[in-house]
């Protein structure tokens, strides 16, 4: 291993330090998150408060039904389009496929020069682990290039790191501590002394399949040169641990095997995950590479790829994963991804007329149905669920006084229909992706949608409160570990 910290370098240090955490912001401001929302979004979020207060006082009846109507027609456009999403994912034609035999048959100018980075923050315990994983990747050492990015003032993991005994492509960059403290500036920081033309990123409990860099650079070389991004497939190996990790692992089944295939063959933001998304260095550097203040980097940077006229591919090749196994843990890794998909949805909103031109009608509406839908539907399920509990519970009059029939009866009709097509959705996933194990996990999944409920509204409080603001997930926890993953690829 050779450890490159560039502590000799200040100059160099402090410019990079620079451009990690104030680059996007100062080159191309309409696209940071570190303003949360512009004045326009401001006025037009205060009077839409000030109407429905005005309207809760005077009109109570007519408001609440006005509102009864928008939230049940979003939720059936957004339960349809993810149904013609899900279809066209379910035929695999979407997904890209590298042969065993092709990947290792790959020679000279169709392998770039790679560089791997590895951002991670108070991870002792696992750091050994996605350093022997790495090492078993099956790429030419003199093209390969693993930046281990840590925390100048993480001594436990620097540490831990400097104990294993790494391949000489590995190299520890101090990145020295400043806010935001944020998994995107760290890799902004490590994009300075990246050498790849292709550059990824993996996390510190991940496992990558270890063709997979051979695999997205033959895809790399087949596809059109617009092709900027392929995203590898992540999987979770600790999926019969408990109940929430199979939940984590069928809700991971369906997104990953169907819902981004069926992204890849519109016009539409695929939103990518925060790992093992490989990404042309050359397209990094034109677009603003990510952005320090989003604490979904990675969904901000799929849009920003789609809005610059690119594409990006869904590799079949599975990262095995940790899913998060202690549901406070979960609560936080997810109320920061609901945070983030509503900010990365008021960033790309501020010039809407120009997304609506570039991504075009579907586009548009996807990315809004994806970012904003998804946090906010989650936010009301919590208070649909409560007027539906007080029916049940022997308030009907209650709620008769407040939802006339023409209303309620299609808002529940689209309840018991939505949460069936999404039943249904889980359980197709978990057969085709080969995770039968899970088809009691699906069918007992509005257990879990209670626990993403909670998370969104979380995640939208925190927006308000701490927007940038990064809810450390914490990896390694007792019982995760499993000699074999859970399913199989699909």
Not at 296 to 308: C, H, K, P, Q, Y
Not at 323 to 330: E, K, L, Q, R, T
Not at 418 to 432: I, K, P, S
Not at 440 to 468: D, E, H
């Amino acid at each position: 291993m050779v450890n490159d910290d560039p502590s000799d370098r200040p100059d160099l240090v402090a410019a990079a330090l620079h451009d990690a955490v104030h680059g996007l912001r100062e080159r191309r401001p309409e696209a940071s998150a570190a303003t949360v929302v512009v004045p326009w979004q401001r006025r037009v979020l205060i009077g839409l408060l000030a109407a429905l207060v005005v309207g809760a006082v005077f009109a109570r009846t007519p408001t609440l039904v006005a509102i009864t109507v928008v939230c049940t027609a979003a939720y059936v456009w957004t339960l349809v389009d993810r149904l013609i999403l899900f279809l066209r994912g379910l035929d695999g034609r979407s997904i890209v496929g590298v042969t065993d035999a092709e990947a290792e048959a790959a020679t000279g100018d169709v392998l770039p020069h790679y560089t791997i980075l590895v951002p991670a923050f108070h991870e002792p315990e696992v750091i050994a682990t996605v350093i022997e994983n790495l090492a078993a990747l099956r790429y030419p050492a003199d093209k390969l290039q693993i930046l281990l990015l840590l925390e100048a003032d993480d001594d436990a993991t620097i540490a831990a790191a400097r104990a294993v005994d790494a391949p000489e492509s590995l190299r520890i960059i101090e990145v020295p501590p400043a806010d935001p403290r944020t998994k995107p500036k760290a890799c902004n920081f490590g994009l300075h002394f990246a050498t790849g033309d292709i550059v990824t990123i993996y996390d510190a409990e991940d496992r990558p399949d270890p063709l997979q860099l051979r695999r997205a650079a033959v895809v790399f070389d087949r596809l059109p040169a617009d092709t900027a991004c392929i995203q590898a497939r992540l999987a979770f190996h600790n999926g019969g641990q408990n109940l929430l990790t199979a939940w984590f692992t069928a809700d991971y089944a369906l997104w990953f095997g169907f819902v981004l295939p069926g992204l890849m063959r519109g016009n539409a933001p695929i939103p990518l995950g925060g790992t093992s998304n490989h990404l042309r260095r050359d397209v990094l550097d034109e677009i603003g590479a990510w952005d320090p203040f989003n604490v979904t980097e990675d969904a901000d940077l799929g849009v920003r790829i789609a809005e610059s006229g690119y594409h990006t591919a869904v590799l079949d090749s599975v990262t095995w994963e940790e899913a998060n196994s202690d549901p406070v843990n979960w609560i936080r890794q997810r109320s920061r991804w609901y945070k983030g998909y509503l900010q990365t949805w008021l960033v790309h909103m501020r010039r809407p007329v120009q997304l609506w031109r570039t991504l075009g009608p579907v586009g548009f509406s996807r990315f809004t149905t994806l970012m904003a839908g998804t946090p906010l539907i989650a936010c009301l399920n919590m208070l649909f669920w409560l007027i539906t509990l007080a029916w049940l519970l022997g308030q009907p009059q209650a709620v008769q006084e407040q939802f006339p029939a023409y209303v309620y009866f299609p808002a529940l009709f689209c309840l018991v229909f939505g949460n069936t097509a999404v039943l249904y959705m889980n359980l197709v996933a978990c057969r085709e992706s080969r995770l039968t194990v899970l088809l009691p996990a699906a069918l007992t999944a509005p257990l879990y949608w209670v626990l993403m409920s909670v998370a969104a509204i979380k995640g939208t409080y925190q927006l308000i409160s701490k927007p940038s603001y990064w809810e450390k997930t914490f990896h390694g926890l007792p019982g995760a570990a499993e000699p074999e993953a859970t399913g199989a690829a699909r």
